[in-house]
């Protein structure tokens, strides 16, 4: 199996909360010496709470398991910037500039290793399978791809009327996400209104399609995640 490096929702959430996570790394660098070992017994229970709260609350399988891959993908990276933060103040890092990075990188995958050989967690293959489907997210799929090289000259039709500084802005207002029909279909329909904000930027602003396309799923994703089979969905699309 691929062990890839965080998915783009996680590296995108992590980035909005950088100042708070900074905070609470600092508050437990001064206070507790040593590795906090304590956060890595909490990531083995994540996935058992995960699957009673959600039994409770009546969720779908699919459910279940796209959120014990995004958390434990979440805690993870809060484990290892721990890890990295106490390796720098005991000098066990390299001072040249890319050590940190490269050390994170190699700490992670030494991170999904370790899960995967647990064997009190029964399901840690297919959470770590689908921790690596999540860079799909920020992916157009191959369909969308497909269906834009032959129906191109149509959708060239809608762009005119978008192409006003305001038109990306009222695009995202269309999208219909409380379409609570097939998820699919409503996954598809995300998918091809963010490849046309991102024919939108490329045409006014000038920027890389795949760069706006993924740029623009990240900024939707705290109201996509809000509709967990849609998400699934995306997740799954090909």
Known sequence: MELNLPDPITNYNRQLARRRYQRREEYILGHHPGFNLVYWRRILRAPG????????????R?????TKALLITRMACVFIDHIIRRMEQADMISASPGAPHVE??????????????LADIPDRR???KLMQRLHRYTMPPASL??????????????????LAPSGSNALFIRTQFTDQGNPV????????????????QERLYRQQWMYAYSNCMLRLYDHIRKFPDILSALIELR
Not at 62 to 66: A, E, K, T, Y
Not at 104 to 117: G, T
Not at 145 to 162: A, Q
Request: include cysteine; charge should be positive; charged fraction near 30%.
């Open 126 to 128: 297919e959470i770590v």
């Open 62 to 66: 699919d459910r279940i398991m796209l």
């Open 104 to 117: 994170w990188e190699n700490q992670y995958r030494h991170f999904l290793l370790l899960f995967l050989r």
């Open 49 to 60: 709470r995960v699957e009673r709260w959600g039994g409770r609350a009546g969720w779908t």
């Open 185 to 200: 279909d409503a996954a598809r329909k995300i998918c091809f209104t963010a490849a046309l904000y991102s024919d939108i």
């Open 145 to 162: 791809l497909d269906f834009r090289r032959r129906h191109w000259r149509w959708i060239e039709r809608l762009l005119p009327p978008l």
